[in-house]
């Protein structure tokens, strides 16, 4: 168990700029770093499993999630719900695990509200043009050109959010972006305020500098 509290970390991006591979590739990195996984009304794509990539549930189920009071924030997006379960991040950054959420600006705006929000770093994911964008959305060959298109067309709605993050990473190459999001919480990992053990480690150096001093 960490003496720190986990970190909630929010990526959010237009639909293809890449934060799913980005958050795998951080996971990779750090295998203690926990994945929010959500729960959406969306069909699974071709090698989604529920209960990994997404808890699949029907529309009622998801609504009686909401009655219950289960989840930390959730909107609709491209005409599906989507939410993030409040349990497995209360689990988390109990035990100091760190926790990435891959949700909406809708999403960040809820969480920049709740409770999480003293704790919080967010980052937005730029693609580095809308042609790349949509070369992305295409590549990936799991949505049909009637949901690339309806993606593309929320992607500017998406990006108008950008400058509501601490941080943006324009995704152009991989390894760059990779580098750059762990050089941010590396960084985010070593601010004085999150190290709760520092304040025992400077007591211990001051009693060194009193024996010295007899
Ligand atoms: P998102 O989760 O934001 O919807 P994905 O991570 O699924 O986006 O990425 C969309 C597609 O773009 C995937 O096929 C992925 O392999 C590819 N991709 C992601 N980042 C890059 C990059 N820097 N250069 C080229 N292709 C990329
Ligand atoms: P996709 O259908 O491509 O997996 O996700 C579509 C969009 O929904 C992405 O922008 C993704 O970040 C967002 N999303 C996924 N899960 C959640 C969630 O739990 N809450 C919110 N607000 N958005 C989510």
């Known amino acids: 168990m960490s003496d720190r509290r986990g970190i909630p970390i929010i990526l959010s991006s237009p639909s293809g700029a890449g934060k799913s591979t980005l ?7 750090d295998p203690s770093i ?10 699974p794509r071709d090698g989604e499993v529920d209960g990994r990539d997404y ?6 189920e998801f609504q009686q999630m909401v ?3 289960e989840m930390l924030e959730h ?28 949700i909406d600006w809708q999403g960040g705006q809820q969480i920049r509200g709740s409770a999480l929000a003293a704790d919080l770093v967010t980052i937005f994911i730029l693609p580095p043009s809308i ?6 959305l295409r590549g990936r060959g799991q949505d049909s050109d009637e949901v690339i298109a309806d993606r593309m067309t929320k992607s500017r709605d998406e990006i108008s959010h950008w400058a509501e993050y601490d941080y943006c990473i324009v995704n152009h190459d991989i390894a ?20 709760s053990g520092l304040v025992d480690f400077v007591r211990d150096l001051n009693v060194q ?4 001093a007899k």
């Open 176 to 195: 760059d972006s990779e580098a750059q999001l762990k050089a941010i919480l590396t960084a985010e990992r070593l601010r004085r305020t999150r190290q």
């Open 55 to 60: 808890y699949f549930r029907t529309r009622d």
């Open 67 to 69: 009655e219950n009071g």
């Open 209 to 212: 500098f009193g024996e010295r």
């Open 131 to 136: 042609a790349e964008l949509e070369n992305r």
């Open 23 to 29: 958050s795998k590739l951080l996971m990779k990195w």
């Open 75 to 102: 909107a609709e997006v491209f005409g599906n719900f989507y939410g993030s379960p409040f349990g497995p991040v209360e689990t988390a950054l109990k035990v100091g695990r760190d926790i990435i959420f891959d």
């Open 34 to 43: 926990t994945f929010s996984v959500s729960a959406t009304t969306r069909k």
